[in-house]
């Protein structure tokens, strides 16, 4: 499919990698891995075409395509979402356009002409083409990959230019999906993904037909996916058979063995040399010794390179707080007609763990405003308890930051007289290392800025941290620098993140945030809340009235229910179930019968397709035409069929998701 040989490139004094070799199969998933600035993404620009190599070559198959998403930067506008989005079957529509251009042209010959011959042969060929691509299915599956990627119908038709940076990458990645290269490349895709859309892509990725090449910071998605790593470490890219996980491991077990056998090595050259000292004066041994200086001097010494230190951090011993830290009733939160949170009781108990999750645009960024004080509810109160002090970093604290500032100055400016000293290991750990720490603020990148933001606010002692995406611009060694900080406070906090890895053991309740409905607490980790979601959508998809288990909703009541209470629950399932039957009746016979439709117009294409690929059928002239005419309307009508058909079995499997109760 692919095959990297001897590719070198170096920026000024500075090799990001030389002579790096491998090659990539099909349908096969590559990780690249390594710090922030080893050079990852500059592979996938040149893979992508992009950038050039001082040295080495690309070898791609003949019919390979290549797809590739950039972490940030991609703008659209002029269309709508939908319209931005079709462009990714460019070349479908433009087959159609040849297929329209050449049956005007066959209208005009004679069907016995040369001329006729030769436009029949083209129309046949774009014809197969089409057929392979299949209209009829385009717009359901822009709308599959676009809801996957936690798009609402309303905002199809919205122009892309309204839509945020974040949603602008997901357009990107939406296009590409639906274009399907052969070789996909991706630069951390998940960084602007909430949990239900990174699950999405997870599995979407998992079926996907070509061969992958994945950046990413979030390792869940990394171990779930990949089947080979590339790491890159100190100017050189070693391959890995299996995940990251697996990479971690194999790497530490063949430094193991490096320095064993670098200690095997140095003792045995001691002993030769010993025994050179021995008996150089020696004239009857001069044969021996002179043999052992030149087996000596062949000896290819091993290379143990130095292990990158791991960079310690923690938090500012933070004053106790009182038991109740912080008590919110009957939050509502409005602007204008927009609703974003109604009536949200919520408390934190000293020593709570929270992550605060769910789909973008639900409110949880909202809320970690109104829970750190930056912002107030429209309705509802907000009670600090005994001696707390709050830490907010939110995702626009690094456009807050003084851009005459150095990068030193500004955590100098927050700093306590404790952390005074620890201050360039503290802004080593978020990757400021070196002369790094004396850049201006306003020379930072977007990703370097929310980098000092984090290290400013964590220097201040604090009981109470609030973190809106702390991880998003930290490389894997940073982010389990944090969470081992976050592991050693003593203090609680409340973290709004999509990275489910770097949750799972720092936190011990999950508040999922779900538009339009109250938030949902989860006493467990991450692990345990997937879970539960899992179960929830296993029992959503169970037949109605039953559960799982197989057992129905009465038969799970509590047992110290009493039979009053058993007896008006049951009547009350009863009429939820004679409503859902209700609704649930129409949506059933309109699918048999889109079902029953869609399947006639199948029969009714595949049989036009095989008179229209015949070269003899279009010598009926008339009849040819007719036919051609009755295909491109047929396609339209199974275009519409197969939307309706979509639309119809998601309100079905909506209604019988509500069969299990919350």
Same mark, same amino acid.
């Given at each position: 499919?692919?095959?990297?040989?001897?590719?070198?490139?170096?920026?000024?004094?500075?090799?990001?990698?030389?002579?790096?070799?491998?090659?990539?199969?099909?349908?096969?998933?590559?990780?690249?891995?390594?710090?922030?600035?080893?050079?990852?993404?500059?592979?996938?620009?040149?893979?992508?075409?992009?950038?050039?190599?001082?040295?080495?070559?690309?070898?791609?198959?003949?019919?390979?395509?290549? /797809?590739?998403?950039?972490?940030?930067?991609?703008?659209?506008?002029?269309?709508?979402?939908?319209?931005?989005?079709?462009?990714?079957?460019?070349?479908?529509?433009?087959?159609?356009?040849?297929?329209?251009?050449?049956?005007?042209?066959?209208?005009?010959?004679?069907?016995?002409?040369?001329?006729?011959?030769?436009?029949?042969?083209?129309?046949?060929?774009?014809?197969?083409?089409?057929?392979?691509?299949?209209?009829?299915?385009?717009?359901?599956?822009?709308?599959?990959?676009?809801?996957?990627?936690?798009?609402?119908?309303?905002?199809?038709?919205?122009?892309?230019?309204?839509?945020?940076?974040?949603?602008?990458?997901?357009?990107? =990645?939406?296009?590409?999906?639906?274009?399907?290269?052969?070789?996909?490349?991706?630069?951390?895709?998940?960084?602007?993904?909430?949990?239900?859309?990174?699950?999405?892509?997870?599995?979407?990725?998992?079926?996907?037909?070509?061969?992958?090449?994945?950046?990413?910071?979030?390792?869940?998605?990394?171990?779930?996916?990949?089947?080979?790593?590339?790491?890159?470490?100190?100017?050189?890219?070693?391959?890995?058979?299996?995940?990251?996980?697996?990479?971690?491991?194999?790497?530490?077990?063949?430094?193991?063995?490096?320095?064993?056998?670098?200690?095997?090595?140095?003792?045995?050259?001691?002993?030769?040399?010993?025994?050179?000292?021995?008996?150089?004066?020696?004239?009857?041994?001069?044969?021996?010794?002179?043999?052992?200086?030149?087996? =000596?001097?062949?000896?290819?010494?091993?290379?143990?390179?130095?292990?990158?230190?791991?960079?310690?951090?923690?938090?500012?011993?933070?004053?106790?707080?009182?038991?109740?830290?912080?008590?919110?009733?009957?939050?509502?939160?409005?602007?204008?007609?927009?609703?974003?949170?109604?009536?949200?009781?919520?408390?934190?108990?000293?020593?709570?763990?929270?992550?605060?999750? /769910?789909?973008?645009?639900?409110?949880?960024?909202?809320?970690?405003?109104?829970?750190?004080?930056?912002?107030?509810?429209?309705?509802?109160?907000?009670?600090?308890?005994?001696?707390? /002090?709050?830490?907010?970093?939110?995702?626009?604290?690094?456009?807050?930051?003084?851009?005459?500032?150095?990068?030193?100055?500004?955590?100098?400016?927050?700093?306590?007289?404790?952390?005074?000293?620890?201050?360039?290991?503290?802004?080593?750990?978020? =990757?400021?290392?070196?002369?790094?720490?004396?850049?201006?603020?306003?020379?930072?990148?977007?990703?370097?800025?929310?980098?000092?933001?984090?290290?400013?606010?964590?220097?201040?002692?604090?009981?109470?941290?609030?973190?809106?995406?702390?991880?998003?611009?930290?490389?894997?060694?940073?982010?389990?620098?944090?969470?081992?900080?976050?592991?050693?406070?003593?203090?609680?906090?409340?973290?709004?993140?999509?990275?489910?890895?770097?949750?799972?053991?720092?936190?011990?309740?999950?508040?999922?945030?779900?538009?339009?409905?109250?938030?949902?607490?989860?006493?467990?980790?991450?692990?345990?809340?997937?879970?539960?979601?899992?179960?929830?959508?296993?029992?959503?998809?169970?037949?109605?009235?039953?559960?799982?288990?197989?057992?129905?909703?009465?038969?799970?009541?509590?047992?110290?229910?009493?039979?009053?209470?058993?007896?008006?629950?049951?009547?009350?399932?009863?009429?939820?179930?004679?409503?859902?039957?209700?609704?649930?009746?129409?949506?059933?016979?309109?699918?048999?019968? =889109?079902?029953?439709?869609?399947?006639?117009?199948?029969?009714?294409?595949?049989?036009?397709?095989?008179?229209?690929?015949?070269?003899?059928?279009?010598?009926?002239?008339?009849?040819?035409?007719?036919?051609?005419?009755?295909?491109?309307?047929?396609?339209?009508?199974?275009?519409?069929?197969?939307?309706?058909?979509?639309?119809?079995?998601?309100?079905?499997?909506?209604?019988?998701?509500?069969?299990?109760?919350?």
């Amino acid at each position: 499919m692919l095959a990297v040989e001897d590719l070198s490139i170096q920026f000024g004094a500075r090799t990001l990698f030389s002579d790096l070799t491998f090659s990539v199969r099909a349908k096969e998933r590559l990780a690249l891995a390594g710090p922030n600035g080893a050079g990852k993404s500059t592979l996938l620009k040149i893979i992508a075409g992009l950038e050039t190599t001082d040295t080495g070559r690309l070898v791609k198959a003949r019919q390979a395509t290549v /797809g590739y998403l950039p972490q940030e930067g991609v703008l659209h506008s002029g269309r709508t979402l939908f319209s931005e989005v079709e462009r990714a079957f460019d070349d479908v529509m433009t087959l159609r356009e040849q297929l329209h251009e050449v049956e005007q042209e066959m209208a005009t010959l004679d069907p016995q002409s040369e001329g006729y011959a030769e436009a029949l042969e083209i129309y046949g060929d774009v014809q197969m083409r089409l057929e392979h691509h299949d209209l009829s299915r385009m717009k359901p599956r822009i709308e599959t990959v676009l809801y996957g990627l936690g798009c609402s119908p309303e905002k199809l038709d919205l122009p892309t230019e309204s839509f945020s940076g974040g949603w602008q990458m997901r357009i990107a =990645l939406a296009k590409l999906l639906l274009s399907e290269p052969s070789i996909l490349l991706l630069d951390e895709p998940t960084n602007h993904l909430d949990i239900e859309a990174i699950q999405w892509l997870e599995q979407w990725l998992r079926n996907y037909g070509g061969a992958i090449l994945l950046i990413s910071h979030d390792r869940a998605l990394l171990d779930a996916l990949t089947t080979r790593t590339l790491a890159f470490e100190g100017g050189k890219v070693r391959a890995y058979s299996g995940n990251y996980s697996f990479f971690l491991s194999e790497r530490a077990a063949r430094r193991e063995q490096l320095l064993q056998a670098k200690k095997n090595q140095t003792r045995e050259i001691e002993k030769a040399q010993q025994l050179i000292d021995r008996f150089r004066a020696k004239a009857t041994k001069a044969r021996m010794v002179q043999s052992r200086i030149k087996q =000596l001097e062949k000896v290819e010494i091993i290379e143990v390179e130095e292990e990158e230190k791991v960079i310690g951090f923690n938090f500012p011993q933070p004053e106790r707080s009182g038991q109740t830290v912080v008590k919110m009733l009957g939050i509502q939160k409005y602007y204008g007609d927009l609703h974003v949170l109604r009536g949200v009781d919520f408390e934190l108990q000293r020593g709570d763990r929270v992550a605060l999750v /769910g789909v973008n645009g639900a409110g949880k960024s909202t809320f970690s405003r109104i829970l750190a004080g930056a912002e107030a509810p429209t309705r509802g109160t907000r009670e600090l308890g005994h001696k707390v /002090g709050i830490a907010y970093f939110s995702q626009n604290h690094a456009d807050e930051l003084d851009p005459s500032k150095t990068v030193l100055e500004t955590v100098e400016a927050t700093a306590t007289r404790a952390a005074l000293t620890n201050l360039r290991t503290t802004l080593g750990a978020f =990757l400021f290392r070196g002369d790094d720490v004396f850049k201006s603020v306003k020379v930072l990148s977007g990703g370097e800025r929310s980098r000092l933001a984090l290290a400013r606010m964590l220097l201040q002692p604090a009981n109470l941290l609030i973190l809106d995406e702390p991880t998003n611009h930290l490389d894997m060694a940073s982010q389990e620098m944090l969470q081992r900080a976050l592991d050693a406070y003593t203090g609680t906090y409340a973290i709004v993140s999509h990275n489910r890895a770097f949750l799972d053991p720092i936190v011990t309740k999950v508040l999922e945030f779900v538009p339009g409905r109250v938030p949902r607490w989860y006493h467990g980790n991450m692990t345990y809340f997937l879970e539960k979601k899992a179960e929830e959508r296993a029992a959503a998809n169970a037949p109605v009235g039953r559960s799982v288990s197989g057992k129905s909703p009465s038969a799970q009541a509590p047992e110290d229910a009493t039979p009053a209470n058993r007896k008006e629950q049951r009547r009350l399932e009863a009429m939820q179930r004679q409503q859902r039957t209700e609704k649930l009746k129409p949506l059933k016979t309109r699918l048999a019968a =889109l079902e029953t439709t869609i399947a006639a117009q199948e029969t009714e294409k595949a049989a036009l397709t095989e008179k229209l690929l015949d070269p003899e059928f279009f010598k009926k002239g008339d009849l040819a035409r007719e036919a051609s005419e009755r295909f491109h309307h047929l396609e339209a009508e199974m275009e519409k069929a197969y939307t309706e058909w979509a639309s119809v079995s998601a309100d079905i499997e909506s209604l019988e998701g509500d069969a299990t109760p919350d």
